[in-house]
């Protein structure tokens, strides 16, 4: 079927109209039989479909894989369990390309397609952003663990929910005292150029504000830069503070250039372990880290005084002592963040339980159950510690770590309570129709 | 900062990104200029280079110098005969036709990176630098290693002119870019030309990747870049001319050091893409570049 060029040729095919019919026709007997065959019970024992929106390439990839084994261990729990409603749970993974655009497509593919009950399982802000209306238009439930303020700003819709990690806003509420007092009071912030750093551009002055203390610069950077030694001139020279939250596969280069740009005599510095999620803490040009301080959502090290549902979880992800995969300490987790996805299955199986849920048509009954919770108790479910949800924000509260790099660990030195991060509610979801 | 400090920092990020940028253009010019192939998968090998060398430097261990510079050679090597097997398989058997290798690089760029996601992983990975000497100047510190960076690839550069204009192997590469068929006529073998030419554009590639991956850890989608402002430096400098190519990257390098450092690197982006289309339209055979015959 090549000419002499090596090129095909489709005219000298000897498809005929006969063959292709057969074709399609055995191919259609194909898709319908298991169909015809399969769950012939109805819901009662088919599987609870959560259709995982996963980042599994683009620039959110360390965290996709990540977030897809802690999503395994948690579905290998509840199913060992008795699974929800007596039901197993079955994950279906689409990658997103941790892009906004292709977000959408997933939510559509996964109500259209997939027929899930629900979706599950986005980490960045614009993909989730960018999926929400999908989810909406779809009459979808859409639990993200995000980190995000977007959900609780009530500026998404009524099927978007966070309940397995805190957001931004409060995260810095809680923290601002700490950094004020203990770090400096003048701050420079440097954050990465979209929703992500807005949330930490648009909060942090006004909380810093009321402890006294000042954001003096602000400095943006593109998601896509790869080199940022050029951006470091624009830190005043009277900065104590140095408050950086980077994200994506350049983040490493980020910190050591600002390294070499300072030497020993740096500011203090205050960051987000997003900057150095998945990466070794004692990788080659990270000395300058050393007594520099992170936020942590979940520790990546084991602590002295972890619980024993903390120690259950760690077992059950499979990372050890250093936060990295059990048998290659070169493969470091994203500890910080996908506690959320463990925590959040756990709360779409008590909604789900609450709501008496069977099938697709009872996505209006979950999303009522998840606004009616409240609390989630420390423990096996919940093993990051405990939390309240506020269901009118569809946002959950709980406390946070501020971790101090010592001796090539991150040593938890400060913890935050609920209370310090609560504050007023900018809308209600509940009064949308469903 | 003041002003002067300032500037001297802008101007040696822009001649770091200048130094690596001329090699990897380079590569670029190269295939097109002698195969009138259009390497789409250009900036894979860029990454591949970067990935071998990770993986090379963690293999040996010992003194960082010691696996780095042993990647700086193996990493491109392993690259080249990765270049030359895809060579062989695929442009070859479409006769390097102008549109059908298009096709085919796009897919190779597909291919390679999918497999490093794939084998290596999506995270980014360090390498330690062969030394970390940090320059003190009175305002900033510097890194030693980004300066060396810049000097080493000045000496490649030169070395390549030197193999394309004082040597058999060069007169027979530039004999094939001025008409391939004359050459053939007078018994070069075009077909082991082609194949060693992509290959070395590839090893370019490799090359800067190794030189860049002590500063910028490797990454599986580390290739975008590098592909995209090579385009750029290959349309502006003349596709085929090595003194078009290394002009237009340090002008590239530089505005894009100096204007990202001032202004915006998003209005860096802007203006070299201007100026792209400006050469495109007032200039099409770029600056340096012989309109085609």
Redesign the interface.
């Known amino acids: 079927m090549t000419d002499k060029n090596g090129f095909f040729d489709l005219s000298k095919s000897t498809l005929t109209r006969r063959t292709a019919l057969k074709g399609l026709a055995a191919g259609a007997g194909l898709g319908l039989a298991p169909g015809f065959v399969r769950y012939s019970q109805a819901q009662s024992s088919a599987p609870i479909k959560i259709g995982f929106q996963s980042h599994r390439t683009g620039i959110g990839a360390a965290y996709g894989r990540w977030y897809e084994k802690t999503t395994a261990a948690a579905v290998k729990a509840i199913n060992a369990a008795g699974g929800i409603n007596g039901r197993q749970v079955e994950v279906i993974i689409e990658d997103d390309g941790t892009d906004p655009g292709r977000g959408a497509e997933v939510v559509g593919k996964f109500a259209t397609q997939h027929k899930t009950d629900i979706v599950f399982g986005t980490l960045f802000s614009h993909v989730v952003i960018g999926s929400a209306p999908a989810a909406g238009e779809n009459k979808m439930p859409y639990f993200v663990v995000s980190e995000g303020h977007h959900v609780a700003s009530t500026k998404l819709n009524r099927y978007v929910f966070q309940p397995g990690i805190t957001d931004v806003k409060s995260q810095i509420e809680s923290m601002a005292p700490w950094i004020a007092a203990n770090a400096g009071k003048k701050v420079t912030q440097i954050f990465p150029d979209f929703a992500f750093g807005y949330d930490h551009r648009d909060y942090l002055p006004p909380a810093l504000k009321a402890q006294g203390a000042d954001v003096i610069a602000q400095i943006a950077i593109p998601p896509t830069e790869s080199s940022f030694t050029k951006f470091f001139p624009q830190i005043p020279a009277e900065t104590e503070v140095i408050y950086h939250v980077m994200v994506g596969p350049a983040v490493l280069t980020f910190v050591k250039e600002l390294g070499e740009f300072y030497g020993p005599n740096r500011p203090q510095l205050f960051g987000f372990i997003d900057s150095l999620e998945a990466t070794d803490i004692n990788s080659p040009g990270l000395e300058f880290l050393d007594g520099s301080h992170f936020w942590e959502g979940s520790p990546r090290y084991a602590q002295a005084d972890d619980s024993v549902a903390q120690k259950a979880y760690r077992t059950a992800v499979g990372i050890d002592d250093n936060g990295a995969a059990v048998g290659d300490p070169k493969d470091v987790s994203t500890a910080a963040h996908m506690f959320g996805c463990w925590e959040t299955l756990y709360v779409v199986k008590k909604a789900m339980e609450d709501a008496g849920y069977k099938g697709p048509e009872d996505r209006a009954k979950l999303v009522e159950a998840t606004e009616a919770l409240t609390e989630f108790a420390e423990g096996p479910e919940h093993p990051q510690g405990p939390k309240t949800f506020n269901g009118k924000i569809h946002q959950c509260f709980g406390i946070q770590n501020i971790s101090k790099v010592e001796g090539g660990k991150l040593k938890v030195v400060h913890k935050t309570k609920i209370e310090d991060g609560l504050y007023e509610a900018e809308g209600d979801y509940t009064t949308q129709a469903l | 900062?003041h002003f002067g400090?300032?500037l001297l920092?802008?101007a040696l990020?822009g001649l770091?990104?200048s130094a690596v940028l001329a090699l990897t253009a380079l590569g670029l010019s190269l295939v097109f200029g002698v195969m009138r192939v259009v390497n789409v998968a250009h900036g894979e090998f860029f990454m591949l280079g970067a990935v071998l060398a990770w993986a090379i430097t963690t293999a040996i261990g010992g003194h960082?110098a010691l696996g780095f510079l042993a990647a700086l050679v193996i990493a491109p090597l392993i690259v080249g005969a990765i270049a030359l097997v895809a060579e062989r398989l695929v442009l070859r058997?479409?006769?390097y036709?102008p549109e059908?290798t298009i096709v085919a690089t796009i897919g190779m760029l597909y291919i390679i990176q999918q497999l490093a996601?794939t084998i290596y992983?999506?995270?980014?990975r360090?390498?330690?630098?062969p030394f970390?000497y940090?320059i003190?100047l009175p305002w900033?510190?510097?890194?030693g290693y980004k300066l060396s960076v810049i000097a080493t690839s000045a000496l490649l550069l030169i070395a390549t002119w030197l193999v394309l204009t004082r040597t058999k192997i060069g007169l027979i590469m530039r004999a094939t870019q001025y008409d391939s068929e004359t050459a053939q006529a007078f018994g070069i073998p075009v077909g082991r030309v082609y194949g060693g030419v992509f290959a070395l554009g590839a090893m370019l590639a490799a090359i800067a990747a190794a030189l860049i991956v002590p500063?910028?850890?490797a990454?599986?989608?580390?290739g975008q870049?590098p592909l995209l402002l090579s385009f750029i430096v290959v349309i502006i400098g003349g596709l085929g001319s090595l003194r078009g190519t290394v002009v237009a990257a340090v002008l590239i390098g530089l505005s894009d050091?100096i204007i990202?450092?001032f202004f915006s690197?998003?209005l860096a982006k802007i203006i070299a893409t201007l100026l792209v289309a400006m050469v495109l339209v007032f200039r099409p055979q770029g600056l340096f570049g012989t309109a085609s015959r």
């Open positions: 900062m400090p300032h920092l802008a990020e770091v990104t960082p058997r479409l006769n036709n059908a996601l992983g999506p995270e980014a360090p390498v330690e630098p970390s940090r003190l900033f510190g510097y890194s500063i910028s850890q990454h599986y989608l580390m870049d050091g990202s450092m690197p998003t």
